[in-house]
């Protein structure tokens, strides 16, 4: 229907919310058997630029248990000036500065139109943003210099009063001393030995700030009882010298004999950033960045050895149980990872090699922290050099958009519990009576800590319905959800997010249809897939497409009951099974042909994406350009290979553009060259400028591929297209169209077929 | 006025490296951008595979040439990037910027501000040294030549953000060659920026002064 559609995208676009159902079911027996859960992604950052945010405080249910904000959905009686929450049903008085409001004089957060507002918070003092440098040097000269470069530059992308720290790595650990006069001081640490965050403030000479954070009222800039640290200065003061120390710093200097690795001793050197952070600025908002340009070797959290010959763990050693070091080293970076997130500071994993550099150990530290984790193949390509300025981009009000130390909180209508979430976040393990015994991602909570988020980051959050089958819900009741987002915002002020939301209940026996026409078939698919890849973490591949594919079935029983003979896809529900075919051959369920941190990095990347990107991810998006008319989407499938067309394909990680084999020819022939076939000239240019425009914008850029038909390259359009023809059955068509891909895999038509068997027989 | 321009990425490194946009480009495609390509198409519910209006002929395909432009040209492409290598000659084409003109205001923009600590000024007059030999030593590029001549400019004009801007663009588009003294011009033009706005400070509260030492007691100076 089309009103639903555009319903969602005015919702998604207001509140930053996509909801698996629209319309939900009244009780828990139903909700089960609706197959894919009662969720939604959320994203709290949403960029709104049309909605300035408010200079004052929110008013809060005065009930202890509760603390909702007021919100649109409340009942205000105006003339006694009281609201009814509309989650407890307490009665509060407003605040004496609201006694001039009435019907037509109401605060913002009573209007519809604010269901998502933000407050800026007065008081507090603002304590500065916070970077921390960790550099590898066991790095190639070239390699080297370039990130040296990139973070010299980065230093003019800084905020002036942002405090900067630099922390260098190979063999040994050295922690270095920036100020404005004199010789540079480092400390040096053994690259073997794990200190813990005691030892390690001892051993730099670390008092905690005399005041409490919150307590703390600047007297001038300069004299900000924050920047007591000799190890992060602010950035106007240090820039100089930072520059010169940076450009002055050498590769490791311990030789690497042949055969060997370098010694690396990553693990200690995180270990020493977390606990200098832990001990001069705990709960403020601070981004310590990890630059490595190969695995760890060396002390706790290494990944493999030094020993050449001995590869790094490949998924087949993982699953013959034949990696040494993986156990030990995911358990080290998961101790420092969760302390991080405590201490409300993220971990960003900068990672560029041509091989493993251990992020399936490490990913923890991104994840659970909202950090962000690059990967690449050297630090001297535009592919890092850009991705990482990118970190620094400003929004349309001239700040960065990176945000920090974020906690969510959510409160349903007593109907609903939570059970989970999956995204960039950690459990700040909240109890009360929303929250489900039943768990579905990071569950047990209605609170999660998100230290580093920006405008795109998306969380998936999972309900339970709990009202009971014969508790009949008034006509017309509607349930409501309340997403409180507290978080510091990138000009150091403290802000509010409030985003308030409500849909109807309906009864699934009378309301099928209604309840169908209301199903979002692309957030479901995109909080099923969450759900898969969160699975995939604990669980054997197999059995995470077994459960994909039981879903999947159930699914489509349950709505074909009526004409079991023909099976029929509603508009609503038509390009699910198709999403659901490419999430199983996606690299984020296939780890063949991935190496361990490429799985990894893909999975981080997915499971903190708004939902735009995330079904891009699922599904590529596939263009076509032609003389035929304007460029158009295709489907994903070998028959849009075509010899007259252009393709270009998006998988979010790489962009392709691919010249079919007539195409290709006219450019060898020069054709673009000459001044009467200048259409295709620009026919040539058309996927260029399409997908300049992605790569843009796009954090983190992708990799580029220009290719054309019989290319090398052109196996990354191959493989992801839905191979209707194959070597099997090329003649099975009558035509030969499009060009044939040499697989055994599934087909989409065989897919189908299978599901319409299975989907009958399990309704019968 | 920054430059814009694409070029490609290292393909030494990455075959696969995106190309490198300039910092003006970047910065430009900041805001709500319109996802340009997001549509899909559902499969047949049949099950055969679409086939497209018009295809070629089933074999080889012609070796013909492509159809020739007397037919009514295309619709222009959707997006409007620059064509990449280009780089827009906003300037009438005369002699380079000439090193004096940059290095004199720079210069004198020290001397100004000498009244602060002296390490601050010895280190921005090193990397204005720095400048001046690579410069002569011609081992600056020619649009880093010409963007110092603007920066310059707009720091004699007192347009603090505008410059600031310049250098943080030369400083993405350029890192290699500037990055030993541009951060001694980014200082700079931080300590003009404090005492410009310091004297100003002073003038208002000399000339509130002033004011007041001229009123005649018993009358309220009218304001």
């Known amino acids: ?764 | 006025m920054a430059e814009l321009y694409v070029k490609p990425g290292n393909k030494e490194r990455g075959w696969n490296d995106p190309p490198q946009f300039s910092y003006g480009l970047q910065t430009q495609a900041g805001g709500p951008r319109r996802s340009l390509l997001t549509k899909r198409v559902a499969a047949p519910q049949d099950g055969s595979p679409r086939v497209p209006a018009s295809e070629t002929s089933p074999g080889p395909p012609p070796m013909g040439p492509p159809p020739p432009s007397s037919k009514a040209p295309r619709s222009p492409p959707v997006g409007s990037g620059p064509a990449s290598g280009v780089e827009p000659t906003s300037f009438p084409v005369e002699s380079e910027a000439v090193m004096e003109d940059v290095l004199r205001p720079l210069e004198q923009a020290l001397e100004d501000c000498r009244g602060h600590t002296r390490q601050v000024c010895d280190d921005i007059s090193r990397r204005l040294a720095l400048l001046q030999e690579q410069w002569a030593g011609g081992k600056l590029s020619i649009p880093v030549k010409k963007r110092m001549a603007l920066l310059v400019q707009e720091l004699s004009s007192h347009r603090w953000d505008a410059a600031d801007d310049i250098h943080r663009s030369l400083m993405v588009d350029h890192v290699t060659e500037v990055s030993q003294w541009m951060v001694g011009v980014k200082r700079l033009i931080a300590e003009k920026r404090s005492l410009f706005s310091e004297e100003a400070a002073n003038e208002e509260k000399s000339a509130a002064t002033a004011e007041k030492n001229h009123t005649i007691p018993g009358f309220q100076q009218a304001s």
């Open chain 1, 1 to 764: 229907m089309a009103t639903y559609l555009e319903f969602i995208q005015q919702n998604e676009e207001r509140d930053g919310v996509r909801f698996s159902w629209n319309v939900w079911p009244s009780s828990r027996l139903e909700a089960t058997r609706m197959v894919v859960p009662l969720a939604c992604l959320l994203t709290p950052l949403k960029e709104r630029p049309d909605l300035p945010p408010v200079q004052y405080e929110p008013v809060l249910c005065s009930r202890p248990t509760c603390k909702a904000v007021l919100n649109p959905l409340c009942q205000v009686d105006y003339r006694a000036k009281l609201w009814a929450c509309n989650f407890c049903f307490q009665r509060n008085q407003f605040p004496p500065a609201y006694g001039g409001i009435s019907e037509v004089n109401q605060p913002a957060e009573l209007m519809p139109q604010f269901s998502t507002i933000e407050y800026v918070i007065q008081r507090g003092a603002q304590s500065p943003l916070i970077f921390l440098y960790v550099v590898d040097t066991c790095l190639e000269e070239d390699d080297l210099q370039a990130l040296k470069e990139s973070l010299q530059m980065s230093l003019s992308l800084l905020p002036p009063d942002a405090l900067v720290g630099l922390i260098t790595f190979g063999r040994m650990v050295q922690v270095h001393e920036l100020s404005c006069e004199g010789i540079s001081k480092s400390y040096v640490f053994r690259g073997t030995k794990d200190l813990t965050a005691k030892q390690i403030q001892d051993m730099l000479g670390l008092t905690k700030p005399a005041m409490p954070m919150q307590q703390a009222r600047p007297a001038q800039p300069q004299e900000h009882p924050f920047a007591s640290s000799r190890f992060l200065q602010p950035v106007h003061k240090i820039d100089m010298n930072l520059t010169d120390l940076l450009g002055e710093l050498q590769r490791d200097p311990w030789p690497v004999t042949q055969g060997k690795r370098p010694l690396r001793s990553t693990g200690v050197a995180l270990s020493i950033a977390v606990g200098l952070l832990e001990g001069t600025f705990p709960n403020t908002g601070a981004r310590i960045m990890l630059f490595t340009g190969g695995p760890p070797t060396q002390g706790p959290g290494m990944v493999v050895g030094d020993e050449l010959k001995i590869p790094i763990r490949s998924w087949h050693d993982i699953e013959k149980d034949n990696a040494r070091f993986m156990k030990k080293a995911t358990k080290h970076y998961e101790m420092l990872a969760n302390r991080t997130a405590a201490n409300g500071h993220c971990i960003d994993i900068y990672a560029c090699a041509l091989d493993q550099t251990g992020l399936l150990e490490m990913k923890c530290c991104a994840n659970l922290t909202g950090g962000y984790m690059v990967m690449g193949d050297s630090f001297n390509t535009s592919l890092f050099k850009q991705t990482f300025q990118r970190i620094f981009t400003k929004d349309f009000n001239g700040d960065f958009r990176m945000a920090f130390g974020a906690t969510l909180d959510v409160k349903t209508s007593r109907e609903l519990k939570i059970a989970g979430a999956i995204g960039p976040c950690v459990s700040l393990n909240v109890k009360g009576p929303c929250v489900s015994e039943n768990e579905l991602g990071v569950g047990g909570t209605s609170q999660w800590k998100i230290c580093g988020l920006d405008p795109t980051s998306t969380l998936g959050i999972y309900f339970e319905v709990v009202n009971q089958h014969n508790t009949p819900i008034p006509q017309g009741g509607r349930g409501a959800i309340q997403f409180v987002t507290h978080y510091q915002h990138s000009s150091t002020q403290r802000r509010i997010r409030v985003t308030t939301i409500a849909r109807n209940w309906a009864d699934v026996q009378s309301q099928l249809r209604h309840i169908e026409a209301a199903f979002d078939q692309e957030a479901a698919a995109v909080l099923m897939a969450r759900l898969g890849v969160f699975r995939a973490e604990s669980e054997e591949g197999p059995d995470v497409l077994r459960w994909l594919d039981r879903q999947l079935i159930r699914l489509f029983g349950q709505y074909n009951k009526e004409d079991p003979t023909s099976f029929r896809l509603s508009d609503s529900f038509s390009l699910y099974p198709q999403f659901m075919f490419h999430l199983r051959r996606s690299p984020f369920l296939q780890v063949f042909n991935n190496s361990p941190d490429e799985s990894s990095y893909y999975r981080h990347h997915f499971a903190r994406q708004d939902l735009t990107q995330s079904l891009i991810m699922i599904q590529p998006i596939l263009y076509s350009y032609s003389f035929h008319g304007p460029p158009e989407p295709v489907l994903l499938d070998s028959s849009s290979i075509l010899a007259d067309r252009i393709l270009l394909m998006d998988t979010f990680f790489q962009i392709v553009i691919y010249l079919g084999e007539t195409i290709a020819q006219w450019r060898k022939a020069g054709y673009q060259d000459m001044p009467e076939y200048e259409n295709f000239k620009h026919l040539l240019q058309a996927p260029l400028d399409d997908a300049q425009e992605i790569l843009q914008a796009r954090f983190p850029m992708p990799r580029y591929i220009n290719t054309e038909h019989g290319g090398s390259q052109a196996r990354f359009l191959l493989s992801k297209v839905n191979p209707s023809q194959t070597h099997n059955n090329l003649y099975a068509w009558g035509q030969e169209t499009g060009a044939p891909i040499l697989t055994d895999d599934v087909s989409l038509q065989v897919f189908m077929d299978h599901l319409k068997k299975l989907a009958v027989s399990s309704a019968c």
